[in-house]
């Protein structure tokens, strides 16, 4: 009984780090979603959630994941941003967090900004970096949200219906 209680624990805690993590940049949310959805399947003896639903809610971690590394890139490359200027736009969203919306709006362009200036005088360039770092962070962040609210969608319907 107390084990089933710790297991129940353990999933709730996995599963709200990953709905977190979905949007905070430091946290792999997709992967600590799937581990809390797959212990709360594990809690119930995989009786009503098995193997394919396992697999597809895997796969749209993966997808999760690798959407917010491509998205990330694309935004920086399209827009000639160096590697700084990204991670300069991922430490300015997490800081960001602190300031509320306004934060959340311009933490990763400032990020990717001061990034860029890091490895180039040149301003008008810099704002572009940062531009497109800031653009790809939020098309990453905007698949992984998607993509973890339909993993909680497809589990609860397999669950429940």
């Given at each position: 009984?107390?084990?089933?209680?710790?297991?129940?624990?353990?999933?709730?805690?996995?599963?709200?780090?990953?709905?977190?993590?979905?949007?905070?940049?430091?946290?792999?949310g997709p992967?600590?979603?799937?581990?809390?959805?797959?212990?709360?399947?594990?809690?119930?003896?995989?009786?009503?959630?098995?193997?394919?639903?396992?697999?597809?809610?895997?796969?749209?971690?993966?997808?999760?994941?690798?959407?917010?590394?491509?998205?990330?890139?694309?935004?920086?490359?399209?827009?000639?941003?160096?590697?700084?200027?990204?991670?300069?736009?991922?430490?300015?969203?997490?800081?960001?967090?602190?300031?509320?919306?306004?934060?959340?709006?311009?933490?990763?362009?400032?990020?990717?900004?001061?990034?860029?200036?890091?490895?180039?005088?040149?301003?008008?360039a810099a704002?572009?970096?940062?531009?497109?770092?800031?653009?790809?962070?939020?098309?990453?962040?905007?698949?992984?949200?998607?993509?973890?609210?339909?993993?909680?969608?497809?589990?609860?319907?397999?669950?429940?219906?």
């Amino acid at each position: 009984m107390i084990v089933t209680t710790l297991t129940w624990i353990l999933a709730a805690v996995l599963v709200v780090a990953g709905i977190a993590g979905l949007i905070l940049p430091a946290l792999p949310g997709p992967l600590l979603l799937f581990a809390g959805l797959w212990v709360a399947a594990w809690a119930e003896g995989f009786v009503f959630v098995g193997a394919k639903t396992l697999i597809a809610l895997a796969v749209m971690a993966a997808l999760a994941s690798l959407a917010d590394f491509v998205a990330g890139a694309f935004g920086a490359r399209r827009y000639g941003a160096s590697p700084r200027s990204i991670a300069g736009a991922a430490l300015g969203a997490l800081i960001g967090l602190f300031f509320g919306l306004p934060g959340l709006l311009l933490g990763p362009f400032i990020g990717a900004l001061l990034g860029e200036l890091s490895t180039r005088a040149d301003l008008a360039a810099a704002g572009r970096a940062g531009w497109g770092a800031t653009i790809g962070l939020a098309l990453g962040t905007a698949a992984k949200v998607a993509l973890g609210f339909a993993m909680l969608a497809l589990f609860l319907a397999v669950r429940f219906l």
